[in-house]
């Protein structure tokens, strides 16, 4: 009996066993597609980090990319399928500008799933730093015309740093409202650590709701009352043992369904607080559009660098555009007066 060194040796020695081997390009073109879709699908490309690459399995990292390598029909079949099923994680709104404002719009519209840190952007129209507007993260999406996500994921930047100013926790609950009103997304999620968002008391213009519930009515109203839109606000309890539901984050902790009234209103009733709003941990807001909504982003169409937006003589302030000042007209001198403070916050944040 031959060894199987022996019959391995026979086989590569053998034309007829070449001539009939299986391959990739021998097999029917729609199974390729799908091998191509499972290749890349769970794939994580990070721009801006420290490390620029890390997916989520290293020892197959190179394996992937590697097959766009081996010939030309492989790569023509198999690049499209790349931005159709990877997660794009970006450091921070100025990375995603500098990224995708750089490639084709046939690669944007093909993009369909995007993680974020929410940083506000700035536009340097006097080149100053110690003076710009600073706008919201997803103002940044409206640079981007045909931007269509099946999931978005926004990382909250004011919280969790160690910082203890008040102004942060209307920043995020504003962050939040305008990313709902934007219309590049399937399903988003916005996560940020703690509940200091909409529990804490520091609210004294009385800007922010009760929650999830006025979310949900605002997007039923946009969507349709039947089209199955959604906005849910959900709990990561610290200490998960106390926890319970069955919905589960990506690295299996339990979520579990959370309401809050805005924390003025606890303070100057306690009768309006219910259990949950004690509760302490991680929230999410996970929000769906509705079955015949566009998730679509139409913005602008002006094709320039992030460079040359924020260098722009007189400025790049589209009309519909709101800094953080108008919406807090009081906080203009932490924003301007305090830029330092605000540089702080986020190069700690930055070098988590």
Not at 104 to 125: E, G, K, W
Not at 149 to 170: I, K, N, P, S, Y
Request: net charge neutral; aromatic share 10%.
């Amino acid at each position: 009996m031959l060894a199987p060194s022996q019959i391995n040796r026979w086989r590569e020695s053998s034309s007829d066993y070449k001539m009939d081997a299986p391959n990739l390009l021998t097999i029917p073109v729609e199974l390729r597609e799908l091998i191509y879709g499972f290749l890349f699908s769970g794939y994580n490309i990070r721009h801006g980090f420290k490390s620029s690459h890390i997916p989520d399995d290293k020892s197959e990292s190179s394996n992937r990319i590697a097959l766009l390598l081996t010939c030309r029909q492989v790569f023509a079949e198999a690049w499209r399928h790349l931005p159709l099923n990877c997660t794009l994680h970006f450091r921070g709104t100025e990375n995603l500008l500098d990224t995708l404002l750089s490639v084709d719009q046939s690669v944007i519209t093909r993009i369909r799933h995007i993680r974020v840190r929410a940083f506000p952007f700035p536009l340097y129209a006097s080149g100053r730093a110690e003076y710009y507007p600073t706008y919201y993260a997803a103002n940044a999406l409206t640079l981007l015309p045909g931007l269509c996500l099946d999931t978005l994921v926004v990382e909250d930047c004011w919280h969790g740093f160690g910082m203890g100013d008040g102004w942060r926790d209307v920043t995020t609950y504003f962050d939040i409202e305008t990313l709902l009103k934007s219309a590049a997304w399937k399903e988003l999620t916005y996560i940020t650590p703690c509940t200091d968002f909409i529990a804490s008391g520091y609210d004294h213009r009385r800007k922010r709701l009760a929650q999830p519930e006025t979310w949900d009515e605002m997007i039923k109203e946009s969507d349709g009352a039947e089209s199955g839109a959604t906005v849910k606000m959900f709990i990561v309890l610290y200490k998960q043992e106390k926890a319970t539901g069955d919905e589960r984050t990506e690295d299996g902790r339990i979520m579990q369904p959370w309401a809050a009234k805005p924390g003025h209103e606890v303070i100057e009733n306690w009768r309006v607080a219910g259990p949950e709003q004690d509760l302490k941990g991680e929230v999410r807001i996970v929000a769906r559009r509705g079955k015949m909504a566009r998730p679509v982003q139409l913005g602008l169409s002006e094709k320039r660098t992030w460079k040359e937006l924020k260098g722009k003589e007189g400025g790049f302030v589209p009309e519909d555009w709101k800094p953080y000042h108008n919406d807090m007209a009081d906080a203009m001198g932490w924003l301007y007066g305090g830029w330092g403070r605000r540089m702080q916050l986020a190069n700690s944040a930055l070098n988590s």
